[in-house]
């Protein structure tokens, strides 16, 4: 059904970025650790966010057997109805 968007390699790409572009600068040891932070708070919220689409993605399936159930349901219904219809005019 639904696909989850690749988060984790677009996180570590942005985050290997940065870090490379602060190698780069006169970056201090106390800048390179805020950048280290951010890239792990940015990772858990990735993860977290990958975590939330997939519950997503089971529950739109769920969502769609129960559907397809219940309209399973009533055309087996309409059949019946049309089979009694027809029973009771040919009377």
Known sequence: MLRSLPVRPLMLASAACASLLLLGG??????????????????????????????????????????????????DTNEKLNRMFKKSMMK
Request: charged share 15%.
């Open 26 to 75: 006169c970056a201090s040891n106390s800048d390179l650790d805020k950048v280290r932070a951010q890239a792990v708070q940015a990772q858990q919220t990735a993860d977290q966010a990958n975590q939330a689409a997939a519950a997503a993605n089971q529950k739109a399936d769920q969502a769609l057997n129960a559907a397809n159930q219940a309209n399973q349901t009533a055309n």
